[in-house]
């Protein structure tokens, strides 16, 4: 190939090969040729996704990576991206720096829609895309950190200084400069400690790691049919083919199969993408060559069941099923002046995190010491689950697994159960690609809620009786905590004196359904709410929407203000599962030197919990590992900050957190299944084009009581993340029961846009999850502008619009046809 390649780092081939991510390079032209024809003469700059572009492509071009741009001396794109909070997992990052950067060698000074334009097609599940932006415009002379013209109608918090950035410079020759944030650090809006890395590509995550010698990689063969018997598994042509070692089957991991569903070999299979068995190679290229002439005999059984609907039909449940109560629902029923019943759905969603599952097992020290390298938020458990698959003494597994994650490229519930293989003396490898990583995993789980509500003429709620029904898929996996957590949050906002809660797993043919932020909070309550309406000018706005509706016949918009309420920690269906369910530990190290490194149990997965313990305790350096922070708590359920920094707080040396004392008797119906509650509440704007059921967020107000923020700037990211996730649960991302045809980016689609970012208010409080289902507002929305199209129709009367809320649903249920 002519041209200079400068950095092709490994970084490429790992998007350009395996993880189908969205790392894009720079492509720099140095002549024209046949390919590239239409572009300015004699040099032209594009950039290219790694995974699409074809090498033989490349002719007569240099090639420049995210290492290329900036590594010891850091690029203005990668600085500012970084320092306006951009880069939270980071896994998206280079992606986006090298769309901006070629941007800039065309156009140093672009304009909104030149860099919305160049963004185009980079996806991000953390962030919002907000502070992307905002980091981005700043090479725009013309505008001003928070002039985004779609969205903020007053100035948001000041989160970077614009001074403090590096002017765009083709030599480079400034170098990053230090912050100082005097004293005390808390409070502070720091940028994410791993921020630079990440948009420089250097961070490393677990398959960035250097390869061991003689490491074997493990690919796995997956059933193709939903419910059947396996009647065997001919493994002979696969231990042909050059570079196989061995096929790993049920005989071959002894002991008890913890969580089956996780592990190879069973005699029937319960789902399509149910693990069968596992074929390991001397490469990848040959485990998969393997794992295709793998011959496994089946024999359908009869009465798949994938649907709640199915399930609900042949009593398919998992136990135990719950129920609250208060009041006396049935005499309230005969006392009011009115009784609607009827049913909603609620779809499930992929988790979508970018970096996909991935774990390396290596062999040791002495004996049976093995290290674990792993992309999971769930440390402690992980060493557990992984416990079946290896041959030691039942009394020596956990001391003689040491469990290390560095970061995690997302996450969102979705890693919180792991498998790892080991074959005895060598260590291994198993990196899912994007299909296997949709296919074999579970989603959120798709709910069927049927209520019956009592009220009286003037509005007021006296009695509710709501059954919801969760897809929990082939296991119960996480569903008994999924289904409590609905009955815990079920009186959302209202106060209904008289309330009655049933909830159910159902047991089906599809991939395990799971924990993904914020499971089983479908709605919530009240607090920040009148400061809400307030904020959002929600009385002459809504009058002003009743005018734009009588004039638009075919456009539509809708408001709504809708609160929150949620618990944070996990309850006490979880401590079944996880005895440690609250509990985290740190060990610190203070050196000769003055260095300092601390060792927990908390996972860095984008919501800066590096970040903030090192505001709390002034820590240099970190390590997450169970060798030295044993038998903590998942960093979820919006609580490893809370607890992992209370382990660092309560004693700068050797320190454990017990956490709070949570607990909850379904018997009796009491206790407290959480730490606390955090509140919020929050305003949309939405038009809608009635004829095709498109969609825009033409305004967005959040207010959310987060209490004393650790860092401000990570948080109003993760409410922003947060919210537009669930942007995509509501209203665009659906995952049909079945089999799911749509395993990658082209087809499953994720938010995208970079116009729905909202104004915020913060005020520690765990903030992860809550703000997810201020992405129903817009779904809300959407239905108080369908009722104005159905009246606009001649229809009247209660009408049906489940979740997601997609522009054929909404163009159905808005009666234009
Ligand atoms: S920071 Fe964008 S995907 Fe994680």
Redesign the pocket.
Known sequence: MHGQIQHLSSGVFKGLVLYYTWMIYHVHIEKVNATYANLPSPTSHDSANACLLPVCQLQGAAVTTVEGIGKTRVHPVQERIAKAHG???????PGMVMSMYTLLRNKPHPTMEDITEALGGNL????GYRPIIDGCKTFNVFVGIHDIDCVFQEIPPQLFDQEDLLPLDPTQDLIFPQNSYGNDPVGRPIMHRSAISQATGEAVYCDDIPKTDGELHLVLVTSTRPHAKILDIDISEALQVPGVVDVITSKDIPGKKFRTFMYVSVPQVSCMGHMVCAVVADTRKQAKRGAAVVKIGNEDLPGPVFTVEKAIEKQSFFLPQRMIERGNVDEAFDKVDHIYEGEIRLGGQEHFY?ETQIMVVVPSGEGAQSLFLLSTPNLCPGTVNSTPSISIPEDKKISNMSCHVKRV??AFGGKVTNVCHRLTGRPVCCVWERGEDILITGARHPVLGKHKVGFMNDGRIMAADLHYYANSGNTTDESLLVIEKILLHLDNAYNMPNLRGRSVACKTNLPSNTAFRGFGVLQSIWSPWDECKEKSDYGSRRKSIAQFNQQNRWKKRGMATIPIKYGIAFSGGFLIQVSFALQAASLVHIHKDGSVLVSHGGTEM?QGIHTKMQQVGTILSHLTNTSAGPNTCPSAASFGTDANDMAVKVQYCLGSSQGHDLHMDWEKQEGQPYAYYTYGARCSKVEVDCLTGDYRTVRTDIVMDIGRSINPSVDISQIEGAFIQGLGLYNMEFSPSGVLYTRGPSQYKIPAGVCDQPLTKSSLQGIGEPVLFMGSFVFFVIKDVVAAACVEAGMVGPFTLDSPATPERTCLASNTF
């Open positions: 880069s939270l997992c980071g896994f998206y990052t991000c599940r953390c962030t970018m490229g997302g984008g």
